[in-house]
Nanobody
Framework: QVELVESGGASVQSGGSLKLSCAVSGYKTSIGWFRQAPGKEREGVAVLANGAPAGYADSSKGRFNITQGANILFLQMNDLKPEDTAIYYC??????????????????WGQGTLVTVSS
């Protein structure tokens, strides 16, 4: 049984920073952050495999950093832009070698946390 609970979403101004957390119970080899903007499909942001970063979306590179502690996953977001506005989700599955950013391939999800970036 895997349970994921996100927190840390807030309203911030463009250029600001925010750190999201995802409390994790139950072990899966791959876990990551995904987001869904209004009117758009869910997309990958950053993923980990066995505790090490395994991929970032182009839009996240250089601004976002994914890390993992004991039973918790973080996403540090810097230089936020209005286009980062979305519900951010934690997702997990059992990938080891190839860890996809495609959210359709993930089984376990949290309920999401809302990030709003104003210009």
């Amino acid at each position: 049984q895997v349970e994921l609970v996100e927190s840390g979403g807030a309203s911030v101004q463009s250029g600001g920073s925010l750190k999201l957390s995802c409390a994790v119970s139950g072990y899966k080899t791959s876990i990551g952050w995904f987001r869904q903007a209004p009117g758009k499909e869910r997309e990958g942001v950053a993923v980990l495999a066995n505790g090490a970063p395994a991929g970032y979306a182009d839009s996240s590179k250089g601004r976002f950093n994914i890390t993992q502690g004991a039973n918790i996953l973080f996403l540090q977001m810097n230089d936020l832009k209005p286009e980062d506005t979305a519900i951010y989700y934690c997702g997990a599955d059992s990938f080891t070698i190839h860890v996809p950013l495609d959210p359709h391939e993930y089984t376990y999800w949290g309920q999401g946390t809302l990030v709003t970036v104003s210009s």
